[in-house]
Nanobody, 129 residues
Framework: QLQLVESGGGLVQPGGSLTISCAAS????????????IGWFRQAPGKEREGVSCISSNDGSNWYSDSVRGRFTISRNNAKNTVYLQMNNLKPDDTAVYYC??????????????????GGQGTQVTVSS
């Protein structure tokens, strides 16, 4: 059973930076054979879940939502089966629970949570002075 564990969330002041991680374990042979896509999503109180960024293990291709492009950077360490989301110039609107999700292979619409097979429990990011 594949498991995803997010970590690194916390309280940060506006304009500050934070890096959160998504560690995957229990990959099946299908994942090793096809590679995987990890996506980051977030959900703020009273709002719908929003796709933030995603990355492919095969070639590192990535995507960012308009709201974070230029401020967030996604990266991967295939040897550690870990994906990172470096968040710079954080704004109060970035406050949310951040979740990662995993899909086998490369997927067409990586901003769509329904495209993924597994999801994590989330880590809270709060941007406030």
């Amino acid at each position: 059973q594949l498991q995803l564990v997010e970590s690194g969330g916390g309280l940060v002041q506006p304009g500050g930076s934070l890096t959160i991680s998504c560690a995957a374990s229990g990959f099946t042979w299908e994942y090793y054979n096809s590679g995987w896509t990890i996506g980051w999503f977030r959900q703020a109180p009273g709002k719908e879940r929003e796709g933030v960024s995603c990355i492919s293990s095969n070639d590192g291709s990535n995507w960012y939502s308009d709201s974070v492009r230029g401020r967030f950077t996604i990266s991967r360490n295939n040897a550690k089966n870990t994906v990172y989301l470096q968040m710079n110039n954080l704004k109060p609107d970035d406050t949310a629970v951040y979740y990662c999700a995993a899909a086998r292979g490369d997927i067409s619409w990586c901003w769509d949570y329904d495209e993924y097979d597994y999801g994590g429990q989330g880590t809270q990011v709060t941007v406030s002075s």
